[in-house]
């Protein structure tokens, strides 16, 4: 990855490049800390909470460059709440309770038993 691939990926990036980190917007900084992982070309993306706190329309954004992401066999490890959408991009998700792993499966595991939702998930 470049700094220009980045600039395309996030065009809003390419706006504000003049800016300070401080003088971004929540979601403009999430996207700086991930074009900036990128540039490391990782092998793997690692991503805490990365739409946490963000507009619902910032959050999708991001959301929506993780699909492209994963698209293009970035391989990318997600801790997030939005278990929703964690869903339509994860191939497979543990469940940690108290640092132990209680369940783990795929997509459709997790979306077929609600009981787990209930449980863990807290949803």
Request: glycine share 8%; with cysteine.
């Amino acid at each position: 990855w470049s700094p220009e691939k980045v600039f395309e990926f996030f065009p809003r990036l390419l706006e504000r490049q003049h800016n300070m980190g401080n003088q971004l917007s929540g979601g403009e900084q999430q996207m700086l800390a991930i074009g900036r992982a990128l540039v490391t070309n990782p092998k793997l993306l690692i991503l805490d909470e990365a739409s946490e706190g963000l507009a619902p329309k910032v959050r999708e954004e991001i959301w929506q460059c993780l699909d492209v992401l994963r698209a293009q066999g970035q391989t990318i490890l997600i801790i997030d709440k939005y278990v929703e959408r964690l869903m339509k991009l994860a191939d497979h998700h543990i469940i940690l309770e108290k640092g132990l792993v209680v369940w783990q499966g795929d997509s459709a595991q997790l979306g077929a038993d609600r009981s787990l939702w209930e449980r863990y998930l807290g949803v």
